[in-house]
T-cell receptor
Framework: KAGVTQTPRYLIKTRGQQVTLSCSPI?????VSWYQQTPGQGLQFLFE???????NKGNFPGRFSGRQFSNSRSEMNVSTLELGDSALYLC????????????FGPGTRLTVL | DAKTTQPTSMDCAEGRAANLPCNHS???????VYWYRQIHSQGPQYIIH???NNETNEMASLIITEDRKSSTLILPHATLRDTAVYYC??????????????FGKGTHLIIQP
């Protein structure tokens, strides 16, 4: 069974631009969660989508948004990029039930100049 | 979610058992203990989880004390590839979904040849 895939793997943007990251979950998984990882703040939860609906949300500004499609693939968008948005963005998929066993992708490394 | 405390770093000789402790003295009765690890530059990887009984899978064993206030993750025969940051996470498993995991600083386990 193929794992979680994320595209692109690396991205360089400048301040003020916007960016869209993509995540394809494991086949059969209906839940997709997004995390941001920085050296200073560690791994932080952004939001989770289940059956095309945002079900949970972390403490990030509205510049961070996402969506999920009917095939469970998910995209994350960051508008008006700031230098502090430079990070590894990780996507995790799961069945979305009580077990909470999440499978992470390799991440997208975003650099904002 | 209950707070966890882990040592910042640990060393272990290759081939020996690596025992990683985690303190979760404020754990509630319906909270599970989860372990994930993150190898450098990769996404986190699920290892194991448990409620109150000891658990074992192909990767590791999880020993939870009778009062559930602490636990130990055991890698029975550590290899160099087990060098990673190990995260102990405590959370409710029956929230009806895979909402955000709260990652702390974790323990940086270094396997020495």
């Amino acid at each position: 069974k193929a794992g979680v895939t994320q595209t692109p793997r690396y991205l360089i943007k400048t301040r003020g631009q916007q960016v869209t990251l993509s995540c394809s979950p494991i086949s059969g998984h209906r839940s997709v969660s997004w995390y941001q990882q920085t050296p200073g703040q560690g791994l932080q939860f952004l939001f989770e989508y289940f059956s095309e609906t945002q079900r949970n949300k972390g403490n990030f500004p509205g510049r961070f948004s996402g969506r999920q499609f009917s095939n469970s693939r998910s995209e994350m968008n960051v508008s008006t990029l700031e230098l502090g948005d430079s990070a590894l963005y990780l996507c995790a998929s799961s069945l979305g039930d009580y077990r909470n066993e999440q499978f992470f992708g390799p991440g997208t490394r975003l650099t904002v100049l | 979610d209950a707070k966890t405390t882990q040592p910042t770093s640990m060393d272990c000789a290759e081939g020996r058992a690596a025992n990683l402790p985690c303190n979760h003295s404020t754990i509630s009765g319906n909270e599970y203990v989860y372990w994930y690890r993150q190898i450098h530059s990769q996404g986190p990887q699920y290892i194991i989880h448990g409620l109150k009984n000891n658990e074992t899978n192909e990767m590791a064993s999880l020993i939870i004390t009778e009062d559930r206030k602490s636990s130990t993750l055991i890698l029975p025969h550590a290899t160099l590839r087990d060098t990673a940051v190990y995260y102990c996470i405590v959370r409710v498993a029956n929230r009806g979904g895979a909402d955000g995991l709260t990652f702390g600083k974790g323990t940086h386990l270094i396997i020495q040849p």
